[in-house]
């Protein structure tokens, strides 16, 4: 038996993600132990694994009530405090979103190292395994293999071939990425040098130029389908793996609500649990989609009591997406990288609005491969957006094609390859 230690990021998709893997080691016999933020205490020991917390920054200051924290509080918080930014072209959102996040994480980082070294010291893992964006170098130190999940656009790891990473720009168009990059520069660069003394202060290696995150020599997984993946464009090393997709299997049934029988096509309506939280655009979408002939599922988002929902629409504050996703014949998504891939998993086009970082990369790859269209997010044309649904329900050929994908993704179990891939490093190691 073999201890993997976790480490992914205060969100559900990165840590959705580890729960499968996790769950599929622990079937082989193995340990699992999340060293997850402090909000998801309780959650993770619910579904059978080992926790030991890490706070990324100071609990706030005790005022003798007892208060229960949302799991991934800590980014929710720091999301709805930006969101304006989130009207700004890509290229402007690097000064006022992408560094000033890069900047949180990296001050989570520092927070949680004496604790997280703690942890590794009292877990003794054989592997350990993050699914983040930036280092912690207790990881890199901790004497045992690391493993590095991309659960965000591969435009992650970079290169010349493909666009920068959080633009949104087009495959095809190279004219704007030179611009991107030297403002990405501008705007990062003391930033990454000041964590870069900081990170081989810790003693842990080097980062690659402007990147807060090493690659590992041993492992590197990422999750995204092939038929949308870049790697005609920018070849990988030998180290990293594709899981196709990750999609974990879940206690929650889920049947259509009898509310919304009818003839017309059933529609999932989901901007994440970050995005959703955008009530304003939330309530656009709603009484634009009311007055279509379709049925639609809605996540309602954390501020689901403050706005209604037509007749022809069912919702809750959240839904069981991955049971829900096999009923629908589209969705309308942000574009978070969880989403895109489960709807690849199930074989389901998109429409994407997306919000923030490695979105509008998704949105992007989906509208320039034809799975899908990327609309403004708060610029469309109300017949934008009813076109375009119309459009792609129409498309037979493409839900047959989107179909076939589903079955061929499904059937590549990127949750097992990832966990016998984890398997054979830690024997290998040991």
């Known amino acids: 038996m073999s201890t993997f230690l976790f ?3 205060s969100a559900y998709g990165p840590t959705n993600n580890c729960i499968g893997i996790g769950n599929a080691l622990r079937a082989m016999g193995h340990r699992v132990v999340f060293a997850a933020e402090r909000s998801w205490s309780g959650r993770l020991e ?5 926790e030991d917390l ?5 609990p706030p200051e005790d005022t003798g009530e007892a208060t229960e924290q949302s799991a991934g509080q800590f980014w929710t918080d720091f999301i709805r405090d930006t969101a304006p930014v989130f009207r700004l072209p890509t290229i402007e959102q690097l ?3 992408v560094q000033p996040t890069w900047q949180a994480l990296i001050d989570g980082a520092k927070y949680c190292q004496p604790q997280l070294t703690e942890i590794i010291d009292r877990q003794r893992p054989d592997v350990v395994i993050e699914d983040n964006v930036n280092c912690f170098p207790a990881l890199m130190t901790a004497g045992v293999p690391f493993v590095r999940i991309v659960s965000c656009n591969p435009l992650e790891m970079k290169g010349p071939g493909v666009a920068p990473a959080y633009s949104g720009y087009a495959a095809d168009d190279p004219s704007g990425w030179a611009e991107f990059r030297a ?3 501008r705007t990062h660069r003391e930033m990454w040098q ?3 003394d900081w990170v081989t202060s810790c003693g842990a290696p080097p980062l690659a130029d402007l990147e807060f995150i090493h690659e590992s020599e041993h492992l590197n997984l990422y999750v995204y389908p092939q038929e949308a993946d870049y790697v005609d464009r920018r070849p990988l090393g030998p180290t990293w793996h594709r899981l196709e997709s990750s999609v974990r299997t879940t206690a929650q049934p889920f049947e259509v609500p009898v509310s919304l029988g009818g003839e017309g096509a059933l529609i999932y309506l989901s901007l994440g649990s970050l995005g959703s939280a955008d009530v304003e655009l939330m309530k656009r979408l709603v009484d634009v989609l009311g007055r279509t002939p379709h049925r639609y599922i809605v996540s309602k988002g954390p501020l689901h009591d403050t706005y209604e929902l037509p007749d022809n629409m069912w919702g809750d504050h959240q839904v069981p ?4 996703l096999p009923h629908v014949d589209l969705v309308i998504t942000h574009g978070g990288n969880n989403t895109t891939t489960e709807c690849f998993h199930f074989g389901k086009p998109m429409i994407a609005l ?3 970082w490695d979105q509008y990369d998704n949105a992007q790859r989906v509208d320039e491969t034809g799975f899908g269209v990327r609309l403004r997010t708060y610029e469309f044309d109300d017949a934008e957006l009813t076109g375009a649904v119309d459009r792609l329900l129409a498309d037979t050929d493409l839900r047959i094609r989107m179909d076939a994908i589903g079955r061929r993704v499904r059937a590549a179990d990127g949750i097992g390859t990832a966990a016998n891939l984890l398997a054979s490093l830690a024997a290998r190691t040991s």
């Not at 997406?321 to 829900?324: A, D, I, M, S």
């Open 194 to 196: 000041d964590y870069q």
């Open 354 to 356: 997306p919000l923030f």
């Open 321 to 324: 997406q991955t049971n829900v």
């Open 7 to 9: 480490m992914p990021e």
């Open 183 to 185: 403002e990405y520069e």
């Open 46 to 50: 619910a579904l059978g694994f080992e």
């Open 54 to 58: 890490v706070d990324l920054a100071a």
């Open 95 to 97: 000064s006022q979103f």
